[in-house]
């Protein structure tokens, strides 16, 4: 089971996020849970998001895991030693920061030695899309990374799911998934 927690800010877009990549997965066959942990608070205040992908039923139904990657949207949250909670050696970090990788280590030293990526997700979403909500950006590097699923398989699933919005939205994201598939480092 491929094991996913997203970290966040409420109106970052990471339940939108996780919703839509257990979507693209179960198109494929998949079975999927995705699921967010919140209380009541208000826009900005940080949460989490999971994702569950098997090829076989998902009976925990738990929020605990250690997952498999760790996407991180809002670049202050980088900071936050709680991000590395119940990681292995092994879980993969894909963080949203304008800093290149060596010099984000130097800053955030609890994520020193593991695997980790890096893209800009706030200004590629403020350039593409128009606004800075990251998720997508962050999905184009998860798959990327990940190689969950043929890349071009993604984008027709995601363009399919956007299909209620505008025009301008479905190719700002689009334009901004792919941006992130060329820019994560």
Known sequence: MLRIRWHSRAGQGAVTGAKALADVMARTGKFVQAYSVYGAEKRGAPMTAYDK???NPILDHS???SPD??????PSLVYQEEI?????????????????????????KH????????LDAIKISQEEIG???P???VLGAFVKVSGIIDFDTFLESIEDILSKFPQKIIDGNLRAI???AEEVQ
Do not use: Q
């Open 111 to 118: 994520l020193e030695g593991r695997p980790l990526y890096v």
């Open 69 to 74: 990657y760790v996407l991180v949207i809002d």
């Open 53 to 55: 992908i098997d090829d």
């Open 131 to 133: 606004r800075p909500i």
């Open 84 to 108: 590395v909670e119940n990681t292995t050696d092994d879980t993969i970090f894909i963080v949203t920061s304008h800093l290149p990788k060596d010099e984000l280590v130097k800053i955030a």
């Open 178 to 180: 792919k941006r992130a």
């Open 63 to 65: 929020k605990w895991m």
């Open 135 to 137: 998720n997508t950006p």
